[in-house]
Nanobody, 126 residues
């Protein structure tokens, strides 16, 4: 059984940084695409960043604007999102997700992801 556990959320001021981690058990990250998504109250869940399993190429949403950096540690089966220059608009629950299929292209849509973590709250105050 696949389990994803996020950590690292919290409350910060605008301009601060946070690092979110996602650790998987039951399946190796290295063979499946991963994604970070977020959902603010009253809004749809949206793509933030992700990594394609075949190339380890990272993908970012336009609103990231170079502020976030995605990395993975295959040995620790951990996927980390470093977030810098945080803005109040970044306030949301952040989820990591695993695509349970070895697709030949990367998808940045929640429907393609089979496994989800419980989410971690990020709150950015102005």
């Amino acid at each position: 059984q696949v389990q994803l556990v996020e950590s690292g959320g919290g409350s910060v001021q605008a301009g601060d940084s946070l690092s979110l981690s996602c650790t998987a058990s039951g399946r190796s990250f290295g063979s499946y695409s991963m994604g970070w998504f977020r959902q603010a109250p009253g809004k749809e869940r949206e793509f933030v960043a992700g990594m394609f399993w075949m190339t380890s190429r990272p993908y970012y949403a336009d609103f990231v604007k170079g502020r976030f950096i995605l990395s993975k540690d295959d040995t620790a089966n951990t996927f980390t999102l470093q977030m810098h220059s945080l803005e109040p608009a970044d306030t949301a629950v952040y989820y990591c997700a695993l695509d349970g299929n070895r697709r030949t292209q990367y998808f940045a849509v929640p429907a393609k992801y089979e496994y989800w973590g419980q989410g971690t709250q990020v709150t950015v105050s102005s």
